[in-house]
């Protein structure tokens, strides 16, 4: 292995990701459409000297691989194992302070993003420069330890930035906008367990198969209407395509009272379309506004949720400094 000097800092930092249509669905092999957005996390690694492992996190120190850093940091610490795994130890031992912007459990891939960024910044740190393939295997390995079955379309798109148009067995194409679209995002302040949800889909896919088996295939179709809106620029469409989704992610089981609340707080506002976004059961909604109306539809979303922000798509993906 080559190995940098020991002042060697290195800085990663990942996208959150709202997915536009098609969650769920896309772990039963459809189609979804998802972009990065502009919070992320932040992983700085460093060589420390000590022959030890440490997460800092907040100002504390966790130290890898004790307990309570695979409590807290479950996806760091699945990536630093795959790393060690590949790679072997790394012998002077580092520090890995994590900075998030996105809240835990609000659907915006925080995990992805964390995990992202670790086996960025790590390998790096350890004289490794990998391909987006082997970072994208890695990271995969954090994200499975809080989802249980991720479909990859969070990793993929943290990794990669803008817009996506994914599918489990077709991966990562990116879909170019001629222009920025703004999308209002509203986290409930309920955290989900998108494991406990992914399993209950799972459910209703055995009860029902023929009737999933269509929404599989309807949620394909609306993933590539959407990316013609979203090619287009057709706002109204694309509204269209969030509105006729929603429902569905309601049969299956994934809103509940506050989502549907906010969901009808943005609707009342002038705007195209509004849903859930990630694994839902809590989480976060997102909203088109109609031009010149965020401002309004963000301060109707105030009175329901404590964290509502807007954001620009596409947004950049993986940035690596050393
Ligand atoms: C989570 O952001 C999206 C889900 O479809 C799970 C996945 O695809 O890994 C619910």
Redesign the pocket.
């Known amino acids: 292995m080559t190995n940098t000097n020991e002042d060697a800092v290195v800085t990663a930092s990942s996208p959150g990701?709202i997915?536009i249509v098609?969650?769920?669905?896309?772990?039963h092999e459809a189609y979804?459409v998802?972009a990065a957005i502009n919070k992320r996390v932040t992983v700085i690694a460093s060589k420390n000297g000590t022959r030890k492992v440490r997460f800092v996190s907040q100002g504390r120190d966790y130290y890898f691989p004790g307990t309570l850093a695979r409590r807290f940091f479950p996806a760091p610490s699945s990536v630093m194992n795959e790393i060690f795994e590949r790679f072997g130890k790394c012998e002077e031992g580092m520090s890995i302070e994590i900075r998030s912007e996105i809240p835990r459990g609000s659907?915006?891939?925080s995990s992805?993003a964390v995990s992202v960024a670790t086996a960025a910044a790590v390998t790096r740190i350890m004289g490794k420069k990998l391909s987006l393939e082997e970072i994208s295997k890695i990271a995969m390995k954090g994200?499975a330890a809080i989802?249980g079955?991720?479909?990859?379309?969070?990793v993929e798109t943290s990794l990669r930035g803008g817009v996506v148009l994914f599918s489990k067995s077709s991966g990562a194409k990116p879909i170019a906008l001629e222009k920025g679209i703004e999308i209002i995002i509203a986290f409930s302040g309920k955290g989900r367990n998108?494991s406990a949800?992914?399993s209950s889909?799972a459910l209703i896919r055995k009860k029902y198969p023929n009737t999933f088996a269509h929404l599989v295939e309807s949620s394909s179709f609306l993933s590539l209407q959407a990316v013609d809106a979203l090619c287009r620029g057709d706002l109204p469409y694309l509204g269209a395509i969030m509105n006729i989704a929603q429902p569905i992610l309601d049969w299956i089981g994934?809103s509940n009272d506050k989502l549907d609340r906010m969901l009808e707080d943005a609707r009342s506002g002038r705007v195209f379309g509004a849903k859930i976004?990630?694994?839902?059961g809590g989480?976060s909604i997102i909203v088109l506004p109609r031009p010149g109306t965020s401002k309004e539809v963000i301060d109707r979303l105030e009175a329901e949720s404590k964290y509502v922000f807007s954001t620009l798509i596409p947004q950049e993906g993986l940035k690596v400094e050393q």
């Open positions: 990701k997915i098609g969650e769920h669905f896309v772990v979804a998802a659907g915006l891939g992805a994200e989802h079955n991720p479909s990859g379309i969070d998108t949800l992914i889909v994934v976004t990630g694994a839902g989480g």
